[in-house]
């Protein structure tokens, strides 16, 4: 029995096709280096027209990453971006917004409340309430190692 399971592992190890690492991670430095670029190119944008800081222009860029990358995401494109790009196209803010607005895609035929709304945060949820948990207990460390709030 046993050397009938390592038999199938072992064809199944050859039929496998061999995946192209050095092109996935070029095509993720590429993407995540495009998508991280239009982000700088917002931010300047913030800086020297809205004559922002570059830390005030953090959050107004953000918004308008997550809004592009939900925009894309509704529109269908952002998962083409990801296919190609891998964790170049998750890991910015952009794929953040694709892992909020993709699960609430798929139900909007329930409707807004139940449909889109229910599922909205069914990804980003945990990833908001365990951010927030461990920036409690680091804010916690902090101030009872320096006594500064």
């Not at 029995?1 to 995946?19: A, C, I, N």
């Not at 095509?27 to 800081?53: R, T, Y």
């Not at 807004?112 to 927030?132: N, Q």
Request: proline letters at 4%; a positive charge; hydrophobic letters at 50%.
């Amino acid at each position: 029995m046993d050397s009938e399971k390592k038999q199938y592992q072992e064809l199944t190890q050859r039929m496998m096709p061999k995946r192209p690492i050095l092109r996935n991670v070029l095509w993720a430095f590429f993407v995540g280096g495009i998508i991280s670029e239009v982000g700088q190119c917002v931010q300047w944008f913030f800086m020297h027209q809205a004559h922002l800081s570059a830390k005030a222009a953090g959050a107004p860029t953000s918004v308008v990453m997550i809004g592009v990358g939900a925009l894309l995401t509704g529109l269908g494109w952002y998962d083409r971006v990801v296919k190609r790009g891998g964790m170049g196209g998750s890991l910015p803010i952009t794929g953040f917004a694709n892992a909020m607005v993709a699960p609430a895609m798929e139900y909007k035929t329930e409707g807004l409340v139940m449909g889109i709304g229910a599922r909205l945060f069914t990804v980003a949820g945990p990833v908001l309430v365990y951010g927030m948990a461990a920036a409690f207990v680091v804010s916690g460390i902090r101030y009872l190692i320096t006594g500064v709030a």
